[in-house]
Structure formats: C-alpha cells, structure tokens
C-alpha cells in the first residue's frame, strides 16, 4: 500500500526506521528487533540506504524485502541521489519494481570526500522529479524543522520544500528533534507556504551521551534546557542517562500525539531494547 493512501485512512501514522545490517550474516540477527516493532502493528517501516556501492542497496532491498514478505509490514526504501547518475537509479527503480516495493523516501544524500558525486542529481527534488517518471511509485521527502544545515534560514527551507511537493513528494519524514516547539512553528509555516500534505515528527530515544553529541553535530538539532540538564546529571551514569533518555523520548511522542500530528516516525537505531521499551509506553495511546 502506498504512503499516501496509509495517510488517507489514518491520523495518526506510526512508522519506524531501521538500518541494513553492515555484515551479510547479521542480517539474521535483526529479526529480533523486527518481531518486537511489528507488535504494535506500524504502518510502515523505513530502510536506510548507504552511499557508495551496489553492496549497500542490494542490502536495504533485501531488508525491505525481508519487512514485507515475512512481517506483512509496508516498507519504505531510502534513495540517495548525490553520488548516483540517472542509468543506476533506472537500475535501482526496476529492480524496486520488480519487487513490488512502491515507497521511496528520496534523498539527496550527505556528502562523502571518500565517494565521487555525479552530475545527474544536485538535490532530492530533481531525484522526485526524476523517479515519477519511473514507475509508480508513491514519493516521500525529508524535511527539517530546525532548518537543513546547508540551508541559509526559514524562507529558503520552505522554498527548497515546496520544490520538492511541486517534484511530487505526497508525504514528508522529519528529521529528529528535540523540542517540540520548533516542530509546531514548523509545520504552522508549511500550512502557510501552502504544503499541505502529511508531515510526519521524526523522534529518536538517545540514550548515551556521546550519541547525543555526535547527532546535534549531523544534524544540526538544538537541545533544550530542560534536556541538557537531564544530560548533566547523568552522562556518567549509564543506565540513568538510559532510562532519563527513554522518558524524554516518551514525553515527546505524547505531546505530539496530544497535537493530533500526522504520525509518530521512530529512529530505532536497530536496538530491539529501544523499540520495546517505546512500544509499551505507547501501546495504548496510539
């Protein structure tokens, strides 16, 4: 089933991210982790897409592939576009096809100094653009609320978002954040630029500190007060910082819940403790 059509029957959309394991035979090991997300029957889950390299797609489609066979879940396949030209995304679309896997989340991708980028694709949305003429597959995009870290403020984020509607993006994933308020501000200035399709918060439960260093640093998330203090207090207690992380966590998917959102997208991090520990906060509000 297409993600448009999921949004359609449903306010509130659950979702998760996973990641392709790096070694072939892990791929096993994730299926502890799988069983313990589809308890609570999400909607769909996301697969990660790693540059450089057809190892790395033949992966994320053979997870994907592995999502819908076995779970009956719907999944999303990750597509990066900077270091591809148009005959390996041609590749990649048939093969996708040919699978029966209809979702793509398009992606420009990060920049790698260790992997040479092409010329076909500049930006996510001349990869949109590109794969609706491809098959029919039904498009999602990412978005930021605190802005993409290229992007030079507000006003040029909402065009460079409406660039990629217009290329026919139907549903938009929200990189993580920590602060419900810029999301809000956020998706109030989507409705005003005119974007009015589903957006859906993206959340990830950080849970150690250097991780909550290393994705401010990538992504460019602000933390609040509140949650630089929960850190403070207990970056050297490992198991404290653990619990604390997965509270704020919570804490967040209810308030947005309590929003009426579009949905809830869960950055798993592949950690089957992670994901039970969100399932059972959640299991009866959403």
Do not use: W
Not at 19 to 48: A, Y
Not at 96 to 109: F, K, Q
Not at 196 to 219: F, H, W, Y
Not at 253 to 260: G, N, Q
């Amino acid at each position: 089933m297409k993600l448009s059509e999921i949004h359609k029957k449903k306010k509130s959309v659950l979702s998760f991210e996973v990641f392709p394991p790096k070694k072939d035979e892990e791929l096993k090991s994730i299926d502890k982790t799988l069983e313990i997300l589809c308890e609570l029957n999400p909607d769909f889950i996301s697969v990660t897409f790693g540059a450089g390299g057809s190892a790395n797609h033949n992966k994320t489609i053979e997870l994907a592939k592995k999502i819908k066979n076995e779970y009956h879940v719907e999944p999303v396949v990750h597509l990066t576009c900077l270091c591809y030209d148009r005959a390996q995304i041609d590749a990649f679309s048939r093969e996708l096809s040919s699978e029966g896997l209809e979702n793509i989340l398009a992606l420009r991708g990060d920049r790698n100094p260790n992997v040479p980028e092409k010329e076909d694709f500049a930006h996510a949305s001349d990869l949109i653009s590109y794969l609706k003429t491809k098959g029919d597959f039904c498009i999602a995009g990412a978005c930021y609320p605190e802005c993409h870290p290229d992007s030079a403020g507000r006003v040029e984020e909402m065009r460079h978002l409406r660039k990629k509607v217009e290329a026919g993006a139907q549903v938009l994933l929200s990189q993580l954040f920590f602060d419900n308020d810029f999301f809000y501000r956020f998706e109030e200035d989507c409705r005003i630029a005119g974007i009015d399709i589903p957006i859906e918060p993206g959340i990830m439960p950080v849970i150690n500190a250097s991780q909550i260093k290393r994705m401010v640093t990538l992504c460019g998330a602000s933390l609040p007060a509140r949650f630089e203090k929960i850190i403070h207090k207990y970056e050297t207690n490992r198991e404290a910082l653990f619990d604390a992380g997965m509270s704020y966590a919570l804490s967040q998917i209810i308030d947005l819940l309590a929003h009426d959102v579009d949905g809830i997208h869960l950055y798993t991090m592949n950690n089957p403790v992670v994901a039970r520990k969100i399932c059972e906060g959640i299991r009866h509000i959403i």
